[in-house]
């Protein structure tokens, strides 16, 4: 997945949309929302993925080992079908990183939509459907 595959129309709105700030005097909160997160200060609401920040930042440093791997594979001279196993093992673990990460999306931001009516719940899946073909393209 390249930053050139970002949806340009609209990308930071959505994501704005999932992230606001609650009122004030906010309603009642539903008994199964996530409640205890800290807001962003970008967007001045929650990621879906705060509560797993630190394993995924844990995670992504292991990928970015097995890369670093590869360069060093390169360096010594390695047997191609070696490197390129590597090659597969890298691009797996980032694959299951952004799995695991639209789950989050999925559970957090649409579940947050689906509270704010139809049109919040369309605008959310046609977003996590434009993310899911961009995971599909890799």
Known sequence: MT???????GGTDAAAA???SQPE??????PNAVTDLAPSPAT????????????HIKRLRRIEGQIRGL????????YCIDILTQVSASTKGLQSFGLQLLEEHLRHCVADAAVKGPEAIDAKVQEATKAIERMLRT
């Open 71 to 78: 360069q060093r594979m390169l360096e010594e001279d390695v």
């Open 18 to 20: 999932c992230h606001t």
């Open 25 to 30: 005097t906010a309603p009642q909160a539903d």
């Open 44 to 55: 001045g609401g929650v990621h879906g993925y705060a509560k797993q920040k630190d394993a």
């Open 3 to 9: 930053t050139t595959d970002a949806d340009t129309n």
